[in-house]
Nanobody, 115 residues
Framework: QVQLAESGGGLVQAGGSLRLSCAASRRVFSGNVMGWYRQAPGKQRELVAVISSGGSTNYAESVKGRFTISRDNAKNTVYLQMNSLKPEDTAVYYC?????????WGQGTQVTVSS
């Protein structure tokens, strides 16, 4: 079993920045994909950004140019640097790790952007 622990959420004004971190409790097969998803009240969970073990990335159109995903394989950790935050970025952000068909989720961290 793997636990994912997110941190770094909080309250920030529009235009500000936050950095989320997600640490896995143990090393997992290197061929894994890690990513960030978010869920706003009344909306479905949506992809924000993903990164493969080799460093390939994919972003939602709404965050391109503002958010950057990265990972440190030695620390089993994935990061999400969020700049130029907007009120519509307000959501609970979840970390996800997938290896083949096996998926683990973190408990989520709240990000609130005030206007």
């Amino acid at each position: 079993q793997v636990q994912l622990a997110e941190s770094g959420g909080g309250l920030v004004q529009a235009g500000g920045s936050l950095r989320l971190s997600c640490a896995a409790s143990r090393r997992v097969f290197s061929g894994n994909v890690m990513g960030w998803y978010r869920q706003a009240p009344g909306k479905q969970r949506e992809l924000v950004a993903v990164i493969s073990s080799g460093g390939s990335t994919n972003y939602a159109e709404s965050v391109k140019g503002r958010f950057t995903i990265s990972r440190d394989n030695a620390k089993n950790t994935v990061y999400l640097q969020m700049n130029s935050l907007k009120p519509e970025d307000t959501a609970v952000y979840y970390c996800k790790m997938a290896v083949g068909t096996t998926v683990w989720w973190g408990q989520g961290t709240q990000v609130t952007v005030s206007s």
